[in-house]
């Protein structure tokens, strides 16, 4: 399959779907954050911020995740965050100009004369002899000529830079015998004066390859699966036991979204399961387009070239836009995005909240009309307004779906089972009674 353009997504979907959060615990980025450095964890907020453009780079991306995955209880444990930051400062440190050829004598002075500088120096070869030999534990752990082409060209270049005279020496040293002041300062010139744009360059290749790990270790932790990718022109999403990855007890559902049945139509009572449906299809949808793992048991799809959602609209007081029009500005940006004829995925919570029930069942009867015409993209809708499903029966290729809630002695079972059909619960009356909202009312 050829490549294709990025998938698109804005900062306001990443935001609906938790990849990133303002409170870093609720994200999905912190879900997956295994990783053992700073630099680490840069790139894995890089890694989920950026789409995969082909089923090409996909697979690699995953075939890159297996490979770790199969020799992560071997992974190098030399190489801390703490080796690279003291790495880091050494080039950033003032200290005074070390011995360029340093033999006993200018060494011993070195050290007499510059006490705290000649520690730095010290100190920082120390860390680096540790980093370079865990990064040659790692190139001989990682080299197979199956690897594929993303994780081969990674470890050539690392193998290259390592294959310096100097640095083949102090990857033979062995800690057993403590090192002269000449050799260290030997070692310190050399890192600091001839080495440093490599070392950086290693440190940035380390740094990739712990969020890649970082990745593994949540694929294994979670026990999630790797999606198949479909090629195809026609938008597809079939998942089994797919479930939220970031509640303790989630529930599982089965989804199969063609071009045939492109609509889903989803109902039921507040707190029933919609939203968390919703932004679970979103999230494995996500997180497979970027090479991951997904909370399933089974995924295949289609190679999308957008995910919009249309969950958490807020009104702007600043602009003086309503919650409403804000909801209506979101609906038209969609459709004029989707109107490209290349395959999207839509997802759409509570559409209309923000006005009357008459005007939201017309506005929403409309919009799901219109939009069920479009058979490049998939939609998930959810709506509390069940009664403009029976109208909506007519057209084969919507599918509708319920959460059911019961109500006994007053309390309600949230069973969060997806099942066929629309609801037609109302038991927004009952959660007000069954907080006391009723009796504190009745009282005044």
Not at 108 to 121: E, G
Not at 371 to 380: E, Q, T, V
């Amino acid at each position: 399959m050829k490549p294709e353009t990025d998938m698109l997504i804005d900062k306001i979907t990443l935001q609906d779907l938790s990849i990133f959060h303002n409170d870093e615990e609720q994200s999905v980025f912190h879900h997956l954050n295994f990783t053992q450095t700073t630099g680490g964890r840069e790139w894995l907020r890089y890694f989920l911020s950026v789409p995969l453009e082909s089923v090409e780079k996909i697979n690699e991306t995953q075939n890159v995740i297996r490979k770790i995955l199969s020799v992560q209880h071997k992974w190098p444990i030399k190489i801390s965050n703490g080796t690279v930051m003291v790495i880091d400062r050494f080039y950033e440190t003032a200290i005074d100009a070390l011995p360029s050829h340093p033999n006993a004598v200018n060494a011993f002075m070195y050290k007499l004369t510059n006490a705290s500088d000649y520690s730095i120096a010290k100190y920082s070869v120390t860390h680096f002899i540790d980093f370079i030999q865990g990064l040659n534990e790692l190139l001989q752990l990682l080299s197979d000529n199956n690897n594929p082409p993303l994780l081969k060209n990674i470890l050539d270049r690392v193998d290259q830079l390592l294959h310096r005279p100097e640095i083949v020496e102090m990857l033979a040293y062995k800690k057993v015998q403590p090192l002269s002041p000449e050799k260290f300062l030997q070692y310190a010139f050399f890192i600091r004066n001839h080495f440093k744009q490599q070392t950086l360059e290693l440190i940035e290749t380390f740094s990739m390859l712990d969020a890649y790990y970082s990745m593994a270790i949540a694929c294994k932790k979670y026990n999630y699966c790797f999606p198949d990718f479909i090629a195809s022109n026609e938008p597809t999403l079939n998942a089994i036991q797919l479930y939220h990855p970031l509640l303790h007890t989630p529930v599982a559902y089965d989804i199969d979204l063609k071009q045939q049945h492109n609509f889903l139509f989803l109902t039921g009572a507040n707190m029933a399961g919609k939203s968390t449906f919703i932004k679970a299809v979103g999230l494995s949808t996500y997180l497979a387009h970027i090479g991951m793992a997904v909370p399933a048991k089974q995924m295949q799809l289609s190679l999308f070239n957008g995910l919009l959602s249309n969950i958490n609209v807020v009104d702007n007081i600043v602009k003086g836009e309503s919650y409403f029009f804000n909801e209506v500005q979101r609906i038209k940006n969609t459709i004029e995005k989707i109107s490209d004829g290349k395959k999207w995925l839509i997802l759409i919570d509570e559409l209309f909240k923000g006005t009357n029930v008459q005007d939201a069942m017309k506005c929403s009867t409309t919009v799901v009309e219109g939009l069920r015409k479009m058979n490049n993209a998939l939609f998930i809708l959810s709506t509390h307004l069940y009664e403009i499903g029976e109208d909506l029966k007519q057209y084969s290729n919507i599918q509708f779906r319920y959460f059911e809630t019961t109500a006994t002695d007053d309390q309600l079972v949230f069973n969060y089972q997806l099942k066929d059909g629309i609801s037609n619960d109302r038991l927004g009356y009952l959660i007000l009674k069954k907080e006391g909202v009723v009796d504190i009312l009745n009282k005044l």
